[in-house]
């Protein structure tokens, strides 16, 4: 039987590095005692500047944009939205195990935001200033893993020195056809299946769905071109609005706040995932994967 | 930039032993041009004494029994559905990037199969003679993945000896409680989401869905208990039936193929998917893992 290590969770943020995890002599906690244990210093609002709130029928989903990511898309995605492109189109494909993806499939508004040519962000320089909070497990896919930003991320210090976004369950992309500049935003993609790690670097992302999105990966599956394709437009679910958090007034606004992922509590609460303490669980797993981690978001507690 | 290998998939399977893998000097195939080159030898047809059909108002979803994984619990599900102990009832629980589950939550039918206690077949003895197709790339919760009869599974020779399927989507296992002898088969899961690998060795396995899954992954999601439970009985999906196949007439069975595991061709695929030879992709990600691996199935062809 795989042995459960009690690998310690490094963290190396803001210049600081810590070294957490629980002996062994001490009973570890589990994911409920860690989570009670939060300070309200261990969570962060969202900044409404960087958060999008998209309008279906059955409710709102929340994204959070990942600036520091892919800079010039998250802008021109906020142009999009600021010119309320996508009001009035909708979600158009729906492939299980895979994405789900939305915005002007039929390109019927050419607009010059929509047409924009972007570079290629598809990854982003690494350096050691970074908010890096590294992940010690073994990933197969890049050297090393972690969260930047709250985002989970893949990075390699060598040769590419290059950091970029995990594919992991909600993240957001942007569409594009075969060359990689051909994304401005116009579509956009979020992953509601098994983490499809081999779009990492391959595709832009943007940021990651913080609350709503079992009204995307709950939407029937498209059958056309075994890509999830709908193929009538009616059964596109329809997109009321898409709005940037900071453009919609106080008292429409959902406040929720997001798990810090640079505190040492987010370093006990990664442990506890790593082994389960819970009494339902026989073999601890000893092991975890970024895209595993599910980073808790609640709403803001009343004072 | 991390380089693509292009290492081979080893095949060990009834005592002959492959290596496959492109050469660096040919131009490797892309998923599309392998899956055209497959022969009518390299798929199977799945077994009807272990195959169930789920009726949803839906349609049908199709799950390939692994008697070698958890053969008491096999036969104990066989024997549920002999008595047609699920037919109406219903899907109680979708909880969003887990699991959906169906069967009896409320101990409404205590019959002597539903309460039938049964041994802990969480994993099997591993030997040499078992048809284990490895997969090369490192996985962190295993030492060693591949597939044993078109499942996946987890392997590790030594200390324990034990292999067992490991939890990707569409993996259908024994719902139970707090200790590892709880669960009959009279409620049943499927993961639906990003692999839950924790669960590993810790619940007791029966088999996979090969079509019709996303019946259950698009159901609405369950809000009770944080855990994806229906709140209120006439929320959940109705069972029609669940039917062994071999008991189904013929002309009401769907007949499809699945694609071997243990072939060279399987091997091809593979390497195809590790390395994504189309031309949308930029970087080949040059690693895969068990649980990214998607397991073609089809209609049987008309003659």
Redesign the interface.
């Known amino acids: 039987?795989?042995r459960a290590s009690l690998a310690s969770v490094c963290l190396a943020a803001a210049g600081a590095a810590f070294a957490i995890g629980p002996s062994d002599r001490e009973k570890p906690p589990t994911t409920t005692q860690v989570m009670e244990s939060a300070k309200p210093e261990d969570w962060r609002r969202p900044d409404p500047a960087n958060t999008l709130y998209m309008e279906l029928s059955g409710g709102r989903v929340i994204i959070e944009l990942a600036p520091r990511f892919a800079p010039q898309h998250v802008t021109n995605i906020k142009q999009l939205v600021a010119e309320k492109f996508f009001d009035g189109l909708g979600v158009v494909r729906?492939q299980?195990?895979f994405v789900a993806q939305w915005g002007d499939a039929d390109k019927t508004r050419p607009t010059e935001s929509a047409l924009r040519k972007l570079p290629d962000e598809?990854a982003f320089a690494f350096s050691k200033g970074l908010p890096f909070v590294k992940l010690p497990?073994?990933?197969?896919?890049?050297?090393e893993t972690g969260w930047i930003d709250g985002f989970p991320v893949g990075v390699?210090r060598k040769?590419?020195g290059?950091a970029w976004m995990t594919h992991?369950?909600?993240v957001v992309g942007v569409g594009r056809e075969?060359w990689?500049d051909t994304g401005s935003g116009a579509e956009l993609y979020v992953v509601i299946?098994?983490?499809?790690?081999?779009l990492?670097?391959?595709i832009v992302t943007v940021g990651r769905v913080l609350r709503g999105?079992?009204l995307l990966?709950?939407?029937?599956?498209g059958t056309g071109g075994g890509l999830g394709m709908y193929e009538k437009p009616e059964q596109r679910a329809p997109i009321k609005s898409i709005r940037l958090a900071v453009d919609v007034p106080d008292a429409e606004r959902t406040a929720i706040e997001v798990l810090r992922t640079d505190t040492p509590l987010f370093a006990r609460y990664v442990e506890s995932?790593r082994n389960?303490r819970d009494?339902?669980?026989?073999?601890?797993?000893g092991?975890?994967?970024v895209?595993?981690i599910?980073i808790p978001v609640r709403d803001v507690p009343a004072r």
């Open positions: 039987m795989r729906v299980d195990n598809n497990d073994v990933d197969g896919y890049a050297r390699e040769p590419s290059q992991c369950y909600g075969d990689p299946g098994q983490a499809p790690r081999q990492d670097r391959n999105i079992e990966s709950s939407l029937p599956r995932r389960r009494s339902w669980y026989i073999v601890p797993a092991h975890t994967e895209c595993s599910n």
